[in-house]
């Protein structure tokens, strides 16, 4: 009768040990899953600052875009919970001389997915203010700056939380950038 009472105690506890071990996996699972990324990036609004300064260089035909010397991004970004997003970015380009300046709003909407801690966006809508051209740039040539910005805004990144408050996004050709909770 008394192995039969041990016997039932340590099933008691083999299940109770197996319970905690289930719990603790998905503890786990939790924390380093995609979901507690994607709940993160919709609890905040955030914001992203770069500065290039672009090396001049003898070009083969004639373009203003080789006269420019400085690009200044600045972008807010939304991530909703329904998995779309809004960015609004202001770039500011600057020619050699720095009276020529060029401002461009940049406005998009579009979709967003967290997939194995990578951040993959999609752009549904996308539209853009020039003010202060002053003939830096023709045409063509803002047409060729917002296409390149479509594509790199198409990019699937790399997520990697550095704390609460800010997220490094790594692109595949290894550029990076970081978003900083407001």
Known sequence: ??????????????????????????????????IKIEQMLSAHKWQSVSVSEIEPREQTHSSNLQNLQRLESTSQVIFLPNKTFSRFTHLTLESDDSENVLQLHISETGNWQVSGKYLQTEITDISDVVSGNNGLLNPEELDYIRHYYII?????????????????LTSLNNGSSILVAQ
């Open 152 to 168: 790199d805004s198409k990019q699937s990144r790399k997520l990697d939380v550095l704390n609460n408050k800010s997220i490094l």
């Open 1 to 34: 009768m008394r192995t039969n009472q041990k016997s039932s105690a340590i099933k008691q506890w083999w299940s109770l040990g197996l319970l905690f071990m289930v719990c603790l996996g998905s503890l786990w699972y939790y924390t380093a899953s995609d």
